[in-house]
């Protein structure tokens, strides 16, 4: 038996793009989640760090909680927050955990981007007789922006990994033939399962990288920008 | 020994659950050790050597580089599994490669940008010194690299030992399994334990590592301080 050749015969078989259990559902679940998460992130995150980052106040604090939401298990959020009576087990408790991790990144790349300007182009703007809202919406986000997709294809990456887990706790998603699969001891389906997982992770890679460099400046493109 | 009241009234907040369950705790707690110090071990044998290969080939680095930011971004439940078939379903090994993997990226970006950052002027004196290639790179640049290097390890650290609960996915979660078994029994106060126990060891390990840069870096501790 090669599971190699019984994950392509898996991966090839049509009823399993089928219904309710096919994959075509289990992604548009999976995208349904990521969106929504991102989506809800974006709109605390983008405002507070485009907010902080022109006060040019509250690094620090933007940074720790950065840093310190790398040391917060995903899994025990996701598990706690389905245990808490009033969410209940499902995707609501994954959209929250979800939600919760994908703020970080959206607002630390943000809050840099726009903290990041030069001072002086920013200072020759309000000589030219600019508002502070002018300041922000036309000179220093047009040059973060670069940094603000950065942040947001962190966060999409981050949240698809994670949404992979709400198959655990009762939720759906492509998740759910690993946990499935598992299950059964059917290991075509675990893998097959895993390669969709992989492929959606890599393909939302490319097509955000390639909006970052998009957006950026070309003369602010200096190479691939680290990873948050 | 009776059953504490928070336990019996299945409380969230219970200090009662570590004495009550020691014997489990202190079990995970040392496998999820183990797990990230396994990953973190082979990460470094993988990344040293593998820097000092590549830092001087521009095409080297860009596929070392490039291939890990593939491995990177595929998820861990995902990876853990693709392992499978080379490991087995049911051994530790898929979580411990995998997330070594992970890490190989982040120690590899770091080495480079400490090996870079060595300046010029201190490698032609110790060259100048009569230094070897050996002795320049094990007593000049990579104690000059070790700082990054470090800054990488802690990032590493932190963001493996968070990881180590999915491999409870898998039967290798370390305290993962007891926030899996703490969701199968609706057992509250074990889901918020393990959740705090992962981020403790985290930030106990990101001190650690701190503190080892202090001590094995003693010429920084000079820097900026008045004579």
């Not at chain 1, 899994?75 to 609501?92: K, M, P």
């Not at chain 1, 986000?141 to 942040?151: C, H, K, Q, Y």
């Not at chain 2, 090994?93 to 190989?104: G, Q």
């Not at chain 2, 802690?154 to 370390?174: E, K, N």
Request: proline residues 4%; glycine residues 12%.
């Amino acid at each position: 038996m090669s599971l190699v050749g019984d994950t392509a015969v898996w991966l090839g078989d049509l009823a399993h793009y089928r219904g309710v259990d096919g994959v075509p559902h289990r992604l548009a679940e999976h995208l349904a989640l990521t969106g929504i998460a991102v989506g809800v992130a974006a709109l605390v995150g983008l405002p507070v760090g485009l907010l902080l980052g022109h006060l040019r106040r509250g690094g620090t604090v933007v940074t720790a909680l950065t840093n310190a939401s790398r040391a917060v298990p995903t899994l025990g959020v996701l598990i706690i927050f389905s245990s808490i009576a009033s969410i209940g087990i499902g995707n609501r408790a994954a959209v929250y955990a979800l939600v919760l991790f994908a703020i970080p990144p959206i607002l630390v790349n943000t809050y840099v981007g726009i903290a990041g300007v030069d001072r002086e182009v920013v200072e020759a703007a309000r000589g030219m007789g600019m508002g502070e809202a002018a300041v922000l919406l036309q000179v220093e986000l047009p040059l973060a922006r670069g940094l603000v997709v950065a942040g947001l294809r962190t966060a999409v990456v981050q949240v698809i990994a994670t949404a992979t887990l709400a198959a655990y706790v009762g939720g759906g998603g492509l998740g759910t033939f690993v946990n499935n699969g598992y299950g059964r001891q059917d290991y075509a389906q675990v893998l097959g399962g895993a390669v969709w997982i992989a492929g959606l992770a890599l393909a939302a890679e490319i097509v955000l990288a390639g909006l970052q460099r998009l957006v950026t400046p070309a003369a602010l493109r200096t190479g691939p920008v680290g990873a948050a | 020994m009776a059953t504490a009241a928070c336990i019996r009234a299945n409380d969230w907040f219970c200090p009662a659950y570590l004495t009550q369950d020691s014997d489990q705790v202190v079990a995970a707690v040392r496998s999820h050790v183990e797990l990230t110090a396994y990953a973190l071990g082979l990460a470094l044998l993988v990344a040293v050597p593998l820097a000092l290969v590549v830092r001087r080939s521009r095409t080297g680095r860009l596929i070392a580089l490039g291939i890990g930011g593939i491995v990177y971004t595929i998820p861990s439940l995902a990876l853990f599994v693709l392992l499978g078939p080379v490991f087995g379903f049911t051994s530790s090994l898929p979580v411990i490669v995998a997330l070594a993997a992970y890490d190989v990226q982040v120690l590899l970006r770091q080495l480079l940008v400490g090996l870079d950052e060595v300046p010029a002027d201190v490698v032609e004196a110790a060259v100048g010194t009569g230094y070897g290639r050996l002795a320049l790179l094990t007593r000049v640049e990579l104690p000059l690299a070790l700082p990054a290097l470090l800054a990488g390890l802690r990032l590493a650290a932190v963001s493996t030992i968070a990881l180590v609960t999915v491999g409870a996915v898998i039967g290798h979660g370390g305290i993962g399994a007891l926030l899996f078994a703490g969701f199968s029994n609706d057992y509250k106060a074990q889901q918020l334990t393990s959740l705090v126990l992962v981020v403790l060891l985290a930030l106990a390990v990101d001190l650690l590592l701190q503190l080892a840069l202090r001590v094995l870096t003693p010429w920084r501790r000079a820097v900026g301080r008045p004579a």
